[in-house]
C-alpha cells in the first residue's frame, strides 16, 4: 500500500553539500514521523535524525550543526540537507516511515530502498 521511494545520494568532495529526498506514496495512509538512517561499511545502522508531522527533530551527536531534516506534509515527503560532508559521513542511506494505515493501523516498518552516499576526501 506504501511505498518509500529515496532520491539525491551520489559522490561529493569532503566539505560539499547532498540533499536527500524521500516520498512516500500510496494509498490509505498518513505518516507520523520520518526519520533518515545509515549503516557505514562493517557498522550497524544508525539513526541519523528524525521529524514529525508537527516539525519536531532530534539529530544524532555526529551531524548536529551539519546536516537538517525537514518535510512537507503535502508532499509526504522528508528532505535531509547535509552540509560540511565529511567522509565519515559515507554510507547508505534509508528513509523510514512511522505510518497509520488504514485498516492495519500503525507500522513502523515502511523503509525505502536506500540511496549510496560517498563522500571523498
Known amino acids: 500500500q506504501v511505498q518509500l521511494v529515496e532520491s539525491g545520494g551520489g559522490l561529493v568532495q569532503a566539505g560539499g553539500s547532498l540533499r536527500l529526498s524521500c516520498a512516500a506514496s500510496?494509498?490509505?495512509?498518513?505518516?507520523?514521523?520520518m526519520a533518515w538512517y545509515r549503516q557505514a561499511p562493517g557498522k550497524q545502522r544508525e539513526l541519523v535524525a528524525f521529524?514529525?508531522?508537527?516539525?519536531?527533530?532530534n539529530y544524532a551527536d555526529s551531524v548536529k550543526g551539519r546536516f537538517t531534516i525537514s518535510r512537507d506534509n503535502a508532499k509526504n515527503t522528508v528532505y535531509l540537507q547535509m552540509n560540511s560532508l565529511k567522509p565519515e559521513d559515507t554510507a547508505v542511506y534509508y528513509c523510514?516511515?512511522?505510518?497509520?494505515?488504514?485498516?492495519?493501523?500503525?507500522?513502523?516498518?515502511?523503509w525505502g530502498q536506500g540511496t549510496q552516499v560517498t563522500v571523498s576526501s
Open positions: 521529524i514529525t508531522t508537527g516539525g519536531s527533530t
Open positions: 523510514n516511515g512511522l505510518l497509520e494505515i488504514a485498516g492495519k493501523g500503525f507500522s513502523d516498518d515502511y
Open positions: 500510496g494509498s490509505s495512509f498518513s505518516i507520523k514521523a
